[in-house]
């Protein structure tokens, strides 16, 4: 999954092309930032997605200028990025983050039939809270419709990896400095209900609190 | 701060302009996503940055692309998102995700001289860890060389916030299906030092670990 246009010119030792690093990276996130170009003028848009295969899955109303415009075909790239920890080096030069990235390239199209369409909605849902989408009331016709899923064709994609302690330059080891690392989660809280106390919190939920991403 | 292009289309109700709610997102992150095209092939590429005024700055290895693409005054645009929490209605429809996110548009130009070099890298490491910057080994001329330092001006911003319990159709209300908000916290948790143990934790870390974002 490599071109010139993914090629990690820099810190090539960091830099991943095998399918699966890129998946599992996909899968351990839940947030893209996905770009675009209007007129020039570049747009970049947190979203939502599910991923099934080389397809990313995104959704929203179909209101949104982010969907209308992907879905007429345009050159798009859909970044995903979890963020480890921050990297505290000797010198100012060698500090950096720890993360896990993919940058994929591709072209989006809009899912019509409404069975591909609910299937695309369903891997979205059970790539962010696996078990929830068949404990829920289900989309209506008109709600269906008031919604755009686009699937999204990975053509090429690259990940980027960094782990790992402080690389510091040889004469500053011996420095009275601390270097190490702050790592940084993202971690689920206890829930916040909005439904009455009788009804309990689902299996699938105390899982979903459990979860490191 | 805004015009046809940071006009949220959709949930206007979400979307604020102005400064103070987007300066507050953008001091609440350090992880921007940075979009620009090259010919015609939009770019995300994810970034720390620093913020003083209306002004971000993003620095990186002089040979990096991004920075190579965006000194030459290009359009770009600088996403910067937390994730708050997933929130789970009940109906499928009704999901969302409570966050915090800022975009905003403009163009960067690189910072040449060596005192406002220095300057907005200290604005970096103090926008990431307040207190480290006094505390490590400077730049040496070389490494400042290495570095590419660039000030992105915010030209136009909008802020989105989505905040509190799902919004649910009102017969959806009586279902015996859990609702609620799963919420997310990015956290850091136990320093790993790299350096001997007689070197204690600094306060400014002792402070960071603290740090809800």
Redesign the interface.
Known sequence: MTST?TQV???PERGAYDRESIYRILDAG??A?????VD???????T?YGRAGDKLYLH??A???MLRELSQGV?????V?L?DG?V??????H?S?N?R?V?A?GIAKKIEETEPKLEA?RAI?EH??PG??A??????DQ?LK??SVLEFSIDEASAKVRTG??KDEEE?YS?????????????????????PPE????DY?KR??QKSF
């Not at 930032?33 to 170009?37: D, E, K, N, Y």
């Not at 404990?135 to 209506?140: A, F, I, L, Q």
């Open positions: 246009r010119h820099r810190l839940f947030l930032h996905v770009g675009f170009s020039g003028q570049p747009f970049v848009i947190p939502l929203g109303s209101a949104s200028r050159p798009a790239c859909v970044t990025t963020a921050l505290l080096a000797r010198s100012a030069f500090h983050m993360y990235s940058v390239f909605l849902s962010l809270i929830r989408w404990d829920v009331r289900g989309p209506y709600e008031a919604t302690p402080p500053d420095l009275p400095i601390w270097a190490g690392v702050m790592p940084l989660n993202l971690k689920p809280s206890e829930p916040i209900p909005d439904s009804i309990p919190l689902p939920a979903y609190q």
